[in-house]
């Protein structure tokens, strides 16, 4: 099939190069003319384990084209995906400016019957609108459809989620392209499910909103752990072991991050104010998360009650392992809160570095590596779990550090192990060692 994409960037540079590997014809299109002429030149504007190899495979045989023209991306397309970023505004509502451009040029453009889908994340209710303003911004009269088809990958794994969906989902009450869009994800041999185009638009928000609860919920659990004793990572095994609990997205750690969780759940709380509904369990979600951000300093600052000119150690920027994005990444305010302090800063993460500098400038020490990061420092503070951080030479650490005080915000050493190394260890609802 003829398909454009949107948006070339996590959602929509992995569902180009996957429909593409799939044998489709896409044209992938973005605003953006340094990542289109990158993209062009074999440079990945995203970090994503397996995307370089299908991106490059398949621009090499014809399946997949970059440009910056909406207009030719609809001329080469009978589907075009919507892909585009849809940030949170001040008052946590979804900004769809970007969705209304890319409608208005499609409606200017289209000479013949395109079926419109929506991948973004939008609110309930943006389908109807995109369908009314492309009917009165219509430049020829032609038919066409709008579908919501909202997406699930998680970043770190983009292209083997985008490949091996749980389900897709499929939001028209309408025939001819419920059909279509069913013939073009067959390849994907997952469930597919038909929904009328608000449930799908809701789905996408309620289920981040739910990940996003689990994650502040056993958090929580966490912070009552530590306070009254008891070990979270047992509880979670415990819980988790209970098949309509299950053990996912119940890792106690420093807090969830990223381009979705954080602006999904206030996203949602709006929708519901909006439509005289207090949304309380995930105001909450978001609240608990803001708090549970501070936790890694606050437990140093009671350790360190004096952070002036102290030189700290940050272990991993990004929001989350194997990819380079920080957004909302729980580093930010780690390192916020360190500087407030008046600390010094040596940071250092395996893949986020050129983004990092975007966002904290001169304020830290960017390092080359691990162990320059840890040298010479009153403390190491591991913000993301990327493997290499997983397997530390300990007894390096120690003799590396000034003192042996070891912050881990994601749980990922043994209690035993750090006692015998000597370390003055503080992870996240467990026993700490002093
Ligand atoms: P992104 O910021 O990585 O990419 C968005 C791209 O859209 C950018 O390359 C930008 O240049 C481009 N763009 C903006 N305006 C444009 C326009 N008018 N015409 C053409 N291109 C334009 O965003 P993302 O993370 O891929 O997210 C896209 C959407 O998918 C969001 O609604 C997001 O909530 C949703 N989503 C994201 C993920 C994720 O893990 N990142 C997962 C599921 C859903």
């Not at 929509?12 to 340094?34: H, K, M, P, W």
């Not at 395109?114 to 943006?126: F, R």
Request: charged share 30%.
């Amino acid at each position: 099939m003829k398909l454009s994409v949107v948006g070339t960037g996590y959602v929509g540079l992995v569902s180009g190069a996957c429909f593409a590997e799939l044998g489709n014809q896409v044209t992938c299109v973005d605003i953006d003319e340094e990542k289109v002429e990158g993209l062009r030149n074999g440079v990945m504007p995203i970090y994503e384990p397996g995307l370089e190899e299908i991106v490059e495979e398949n621009y090499e045989n014809g399946n997949l084209e970059f440009t910056t023209s909406l207009e030719e991306g609809v001329k080469n397309s009978d589907i075009i995906f919507i892909a585009v970023g849809t940030p949170a505004k001040e008052d946590g509502g979804a900004d769809l400016s970007a969705v209304k451009t890319v409608a208005k040029t499609i409606a200017e453009t289209m000479k013949e019957y395109k079926i419109v889908v929506d991948k973004s994340t939008v609110p309930v209710g943006t389908g109807d609108w995109v369908e009314e303003f492309i009917a009165e911004h219509q430049k020829n009269d032609c038919d066409f459809d709008v579908v919501s088809c909202p997406e699930f990958l998680r970043e770190g794994s983009a292209v083997s989620d985008t490949m091996n969906p749980d389900r897709i989902v499929i939001g028209t009450e309408d025939q001819k392209p419920a059909e279509i869009l069913d013939e073009l994800h067959q390849d994907f041999n997952a469930p597919i499910l038909h929904t009328d185009r608000h449930s799908a638009e809701i789905i996408k928000y309620a289920a981040n909103a739910f990940l996003a609860t689990k994650i502040s919920f056993i958090n929580e659990i966490a912070n009552i752990c530590e306070r009254a004793g008891g070990n979270v990572v047992e509880v979670a095994k415990g819980i988790g072991s209970d098949h309509r609990i299950s053990d996912k997205f119940l890792r106690a750690g420093v807090g969830f991050g990223g381009a979705c969780f954080p602006k999904d759940t206030k996203a949602i709380v709006k929708t519901a104010n909006e439509n005289d509904y207090d949304f309380k369990i995930v105001d909450s979600v978001v609240e608990v998360n803001e708090q549970q951000k501070e936790t890694m300093v606050n437990k140093l600052k009671n350790l360190l009650p004096n952070l002036t000119n102290k030189t700290i150690s940050v272990l991993g920027l990004s929001f989350k392992p194997n990819t380079d994005d920080m957004r909302e990444a729980p580093s930010r305010t780690v390192i916020k809160q360190l500087l407030e302090a008046g600390a010094k800063v040596k940071a250092y993460d395996p893949i986020a570095m050129d983004e990092a500098k975007e966002v904290f400038g001169d304020q830290i020490e960017y390092c080359e590596g691990t162990y320059e990061a840890i040298k010479d420092t009153e403390a190491v503070l591991l913000v993301t779990e990327w493997d290499q951080f997983q397997d530390l030479d300990l007894t390096r650490v120690k003799r590396l550090l000034n003192k042996p005080i070891f912050i881990d915000g994601r749980n990922c050493y043994d209690l035993h192990e750090m006692e015998q190394e000597g370390f003055i260890y503080h992870s996240v609802g467990r026993p700490s060692i002093s």
